[in-house]
Every structure is written in structure tokens, then in C-alpha cells.
């Protein structure tokens, strides 16, 4: 049998349009997932939307429609915007389905019975525009640490999660499993600063507002926020029904990808919940990092972003997905410009992988009429080149497996660069003079074009819309990813019209 994978982003509030933070995340997940599933696994890749709250209902009225007009509008919105990103997810889990909301009254109920859950009272500084409560400490000066807002203070009847409970068990796992939270330096945050002082029982109801899901046993309580959301990850696949075939299969989790602010959600409210079901912790939790606008975080709250789709409409959406995956190493946070979008597009798409392909293929019509075989008229020049493509998939495996997708993308856009300096060291130009010297042009043609080939199986999983399109020029059947390995005798008879693979962006006048 396949071995499993499977990978979820954060469900997303939708409480406005989805932003390019959000599909910072999903196109990550997306190329993870798309990796493995290529590589054979069999994988499940989960998104969706966080849909209850305060600040929804708020929202909603706002705009003068119930809750659940409010978010299927947005819900549509970003299914149509995750289908122009190419976003090949298994279930989009939406927190108002039914099946989500019998099992989390289930969980609510299974919890409170053994004596996990418990009623008391609340009282706290809350922030609504983050659905965040903090403590004294945290929230400085009456302000939310998340976005500077002020909290006010809130006192009602509550039922509570013993987080206490399990402080030992968390710590204790944390240590003992080092990649379970990734990067590290967000292990030792969690650990030292909220672990290790102490955890606070955790308010998970309130009665302040009904758009929720209704605690079964007690009817003026919805359940408050992160019981709800977390269980996502597990009601999505049938946890506690007649229907867990995918339960069985797929949990726990390999990672589960976040930005940095949940981290702590996702590390400690998580795991106590799962332990407290007894059920298996997910492997990893990756908290990467923000993109940057102007020196804010792009957020709802803030406003200070624009449709991700007028990015794809202008650049493509694989130059909107490789900019995402290879501009910021992944876990730290780094800047969104346009500018920089377009630098990336012409230093790495148009002059490095476009050029590469179109000029070769552009050889291989000029010089053998489009079709190229290996004469295997090797000189020492080749050795390195082929060996750096008989290990590249290797590389990629392992930078994948430890989530280091920029590099994943430098290892591959590596050996694009040395073709093309393969190209310059060779002299294909001067070779064709020389009729004694055919058949080393011939194979320093075939060698290019086993490049593109392998190159362009391992970049499929980040950018399936171009790898596509190199396939249709090089007409090979060999494009798995069991096929990214050298393979001396090929007859490759490419194409003799390719279109440009990537143009270069000119700057725009002002
Ligand atoms: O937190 N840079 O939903 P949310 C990078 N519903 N990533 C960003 C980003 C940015 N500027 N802005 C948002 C929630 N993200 C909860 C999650 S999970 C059980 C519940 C991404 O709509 C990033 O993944 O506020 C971040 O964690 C998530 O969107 C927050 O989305």
C-alpha cells in the first residue's frame, strides 16, 4: 500500500475576501501536497473556512444579511479564487457544514462527560477585530498584542478546558518529538513563554452571541472558537461517524501549515484537545511567517491589500505561486511588492527557465530539424552537469520532507543556471561551424534538453500550469516523477513553434 500524507492550511475566517496572506498559505500547502501525490503517496490536503463568531455576525449586519449569507458569498469567492491559483484541495471544510457541527457538539459533550469541560466564570480583555482574549500581561496598556486595537473587558458564564490538566503530558511530548513544532525558535517561544509558566484554563463557550454552534446541553452557550475550528482537521475526515474510512486513513495529521500568531493554538489548545479524545498528536505544526505590506502585516482588518486575482490576471498564476513559494525562506516573514514580484518574474521565469528552453529548443530546430538523440560524445564538461541532475530529485526530497520550500525551488533553479552556463561553456553556436563536430552538438543538445525535462517534472508541483505547457514542447512521454532520473536514450523531436515559456516584464512608466 501507498504511504499517506496528509496536510491542512488554517480554515480562514470569512469574515472579508481572502487576501494574498491567505493564499501564501494554501499555495505552500498545495505544492507540498501536489509533491507528495506526485511522488506517489497518497495524500489528503484539506482547506476551508472558520465561519462562526462575534466579528462575522458583526460583519454580517454590517452589510445587512444574516451570518450565513454573509459568509457563503465570501465561501464562493474563494473557491473560485482558490480554482484560479490551481489549488487542488480534497475537502473544502466549511465549520457551518452539518457533519462539522454534530461532531463538535459531540466532542463538547464527550469532554464536559469525562470531566474535561467545566462550568465557571469568565472574565478577560478581549479584542473583537482578532476574536482574541489576553490577560493582563499581554495585552500592555489595554491593547491587543495582535494589532495594537483596544481590548475591553468582558465578564460571563462559561465553561472552560481543563489545559491545566494536561500541561505535564504537552511539555513532555514537546520535547521529546523536536520537529513538532517547526522552526524551532517557535518551539522555544511556545515552551518558555506560555507553556512552561503555566497554563490557564481555556474559555471555550460563550453566551454573548449565537452565531455558533449550539452547546448541546445547554442551550443559551455557543461554542467558542477553538473547538470548534481545531476540530476541523478531524471532522473533515469522518472522526466520530459511521463514514471514518478517511479518519482511519489519513490521521493524524504530517503537518499542519499556519501562520505564526496561531502557532500557539495549533501547539497547545490542540494537542490537549486530541489528548484529552485520545487520539494522536499530528506530526508537525509549521508556523511560517507574514508577508509584508509597507511594513504592516497584509490583513483583513487592515484593508491594505488588493485582489490576489489582479496579480494572477496581470503576471499568471504560476509567477503568483512561484513568487510565494521561493521569495521568503519559508518560516520568516518578508515583503509583498509588486516590484519585487516582477524581479522575481524576470530574473528567475524569463531569464532563467524561459530562456533556457526557448533557446534550446530553438537550437535543436535550427540545428537537427527538432529531433535530437544522444550520440554520447561526452566530454569531461558533462560529468558534473549530469551527475547535478541524476541527484537533484534526492535534493528536492529531503528539502521537501524538512519544509524548506524556497529551497526546494533554488536547488532546481540551480541547475537551470548551470545549463545555461552549460550553454556558454559548450558553445553550441561554434560546434554547429564544424561539420566534424555534429555529433558533439547533438549531444549537448540532448543533455539541455534532459535538463528541462527532469527540471520540469520536479517544478510541476509549484507551477502546473508552465510545466504543462514545456511538456507539450518537448513531446515526451517520460514526465513522471519516477522519470526525473538521467536517461541516455530518449529520441526527443520537440516542438517547432514554443511560444515564449515567460516574457520579461518591461517597467511601467509612471
Ligand atoms: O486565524 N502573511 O483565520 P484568519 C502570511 N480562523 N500568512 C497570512 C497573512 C500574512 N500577512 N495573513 C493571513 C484564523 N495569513 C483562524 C484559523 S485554524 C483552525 C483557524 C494566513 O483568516 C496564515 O496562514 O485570520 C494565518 O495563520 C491565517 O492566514 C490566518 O487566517
Given amino acids: 500500500m501507498n504511504k499517506k500524507f496528509y496536510i491542512t492550511t488554517p480554515i480562514y475566517y470569512p469574515s472579508a475576501n481572502f487576501h494574498i496572506g491567505h ?58 479564487l482558490w480554482k484560479s491559483l490551481g489549488i487542488t484541495y480534497d475537502r473544502f471544510i466549511r465549520t457551518t457544514d452539518a457533519d462539522h457541527v454534530e461532531i463538535v457538539q459531540k466532542i463538547f459533550e464527550k469532554l464536559y462527560d469525562q470531566g474535561d469541560i467545566y462550568k465557571g466564570e469568565y472574565k478577560g480583555l478581549y479584542c473583537t477585530p482578532c476574536e482574541s482574549f489576553w490577560t493582563e500581561t499581554q495585552a500592555k496598556d489595554g491593547l491587543c498584542p495582535d494589532c495594537g486595537r ?15 490538566k494536561y500541561q505535564k503530558r504537552l511539555e513532555d ?54 473547538i470548534d475550528a481545531l476540530s476541523n482537521y478531524i471532522t473533515a475526515l469522518g472522526y466520530g461517524t459511521d463514514n471514518d474510512e478517511n479518519f482511519r486513513k489519513y490521521w493524524p495529521a504530517d503537518v499542519h501549515i499556519v501562520g505564526k500568531e496561531i502557532v500557539r493554538f495549533h501547539t497547545i489548545i490542540w494537542p490537549i484537545i486530541l489528548m484529552a479524545l485520545d487520539l494522536p498528536l499530528p506530526d508537525q505544526v509549521f508556523g511560517h511567517g507574514w508577508l509584508i505590506i509597507e511594513g504592516n502585516k497584509i490583513s483583513k482588518s487592515l484593508g491594505n491589500y488588493r485582489d490576489p486575482r489582479e496579480y494572477i490576471e496581470k503576471y499568471s498564476v504560476d509567477a503568483v505561486r512561484y513568487f510565494s513559494l521561493r521569495e521568503i525562506p ?23 527557465w524561459g530562456n533556457l528552453v526557448n533557446r534550446t529548443i530553438g537550437m535543436a530546430n535550427k ?13 569531461a564538461i558533462d560529468e558534473l552537469f549530469i551527475e547535478s541532475l541524476k541527484t537533484l530529485k534526492n535534493k528536492t526530497d529531503e528539502k521537501i520532507d524538512d519544509l524548506q520550500i524556497s529551497k526546494v525551488l533554488e536547488e532546481i533553479f540551480d541547475v537551470l543556471r548551470s545549463s545555461n552556463k552549460y550553454i556558454d561553456d559548450t558553445t553550441p553556436w561554434v560546434l554547429a561551424k564544424d561539420e566534424s563536430k555534429k555529433e558533439r552538438l547533438e549531444t549537448v543538445l540532448y ?24 511538456d507539450t514542447y518537448l513531446k515526451t512521454e517520460r514526465t513522471s516523477f519516477e522519470d526525473a532520473i538521467y536517461i541516455d536514450d530518449l529520441i526527443y523531436e520537440v516542438t517547432d513553434s514554443p511560444e515564449p515559456l515567460f516574457e520579461r516584464i518591461q517597467k511601467e512608466e509612471n
Avoid at 505552500?28 to 495524500?43: E, F, M, N, P, V
Avoid at 519585487?340 to 521565469?349: F, K, M, S
Wanted: charged fraction near 30%; hydrophobic fraction near 35%; include cysteine.
Fill in 23 to 80: 493564499c501564501y498559505s494554501t499555495i505552500i500547502a498545495d505544492s507540498i501536497a501536489r509533491y507528495k501525490r506526485l511522488d506517489g503517496y497518497d495524500t489528503y490536503f484539506l482547506t476551508g473556512s472558520d465561519e462562526h463568531g462575534q466579528k462575522i455576525a458583526k460583519k454580517a449586519e454590517e452589510a445587512g444579511k444574516t451570518p450565513q449569507e454573509y459568509v457563503d458569498e465570501i465561501v464562493e469567492n474563494a473557491k473560485d
Fill in 367 to 379: 540545428y537537427f530539424e527538432g529531433t535530437i538523440r544522444n550520440r554520447k560524445n561526452g566530454e
Fill in 447 to 470: 543533455n539541455l534538453l534532459e535538463s528541462i525535462r527532469i527540471t520540469n517534472i520536479l517544478l510541476k508541483p509549484f507551477m502546473p500550469e508552465s510545466t504543462e505547457k514545456v
Fill in 330 to 352: 519559508f518560516g520568516n516573514d518578508g515583503n509583498f511588492s509588486e516590484e519585487a514580484l516582477v524581479a522575481r518574474i524576470n530574473a528567475d521565469l524569463a531569464n532563467t
Fill in 150 to 164: 483596544e481590548v475591553h473587558e468582558v465578564s460571563e458564564e462559561a465553561y472552560f478546558l481543563k489545559l491545566s
Fill in 173 to 226: 511530548h514537546i520535547e521529546s518529538h523536536p520537529h513538532f513544532i517547526r522552526p524551532e525558535s517557535r518551539k522555544n517561544e511556545m515552551l518558555n513563554n506560555f507553556i512552561r509558566p503555566g497554563l490557564e484554563d481555556l474559555c471555550v463557550s460563550r453566551t454573548s452571541f449565537d452565531w455558533g454552534i449550539p452547546v448541546t446541553f445547554d442551550k443559551d452557550h455557543v461554542v467558542y472558537v477553538w
